[in-house]
């Protein structure tokens, strides 16, 4: 993966195998590297997403086993399930895009509305 605004493709990087042959190696799209998302234009979109998808499948975890709850209750189950995953989200503490923004929003206002 290379990285920057303009990248040039036409490098074909290589390594050797065992055997003293070189292998080329595969250009990739994105990697996952200590749990954060790169793309080779280092946007986290990928990575901000994947994280709001998580904090929407624990929101719905709560919704479906704890029916009757107190305010309190889903207070405490929000920020220890849910919250969690956007805070250890780098980009999400700090966006600059309307998209990104509003599809926070929504992982917030989902929770609102319970």
């Known amino acids: 993966m290379s ?3 303009t990248i040039d493709t036409s490098t074909v990087y290589t390594i050797m195998d065992k055997n003293q042959q070189t292998v080329p190696l ?12 790169f793309d080779a234009k280092l946007d986290f979109r990928d990575h901000m997403h994947e994280k709001i998808n998580k904090a929407l499948l624990m929101l719905g975890l709560i919704n479906r086993n ?9 207070v405490a189950l929000y ?21 990104d923004i509003e599809a926070l929003e929504k ?8």
């Open 66 to 74: 704890f029916k009757h709850m107190s305010i309190p209750t889903f």
């Open 79 to 99: 920020k220890s399930m849910v919250r969690s995953h956007l805070d250890y989200c780098c980009p999400v503490w700090s966006p600059y895009r309307k998209g």
């Open 26 to 37: 595969a250009r990739l799209e994105k990697i996952k590297d200590i749990g954060v998302y």
């Open 107 to 114: 992982v917030q206002n989902l929770e609102l509305q319970n």
């Open 3 to 5: 990285y920057g605004r």
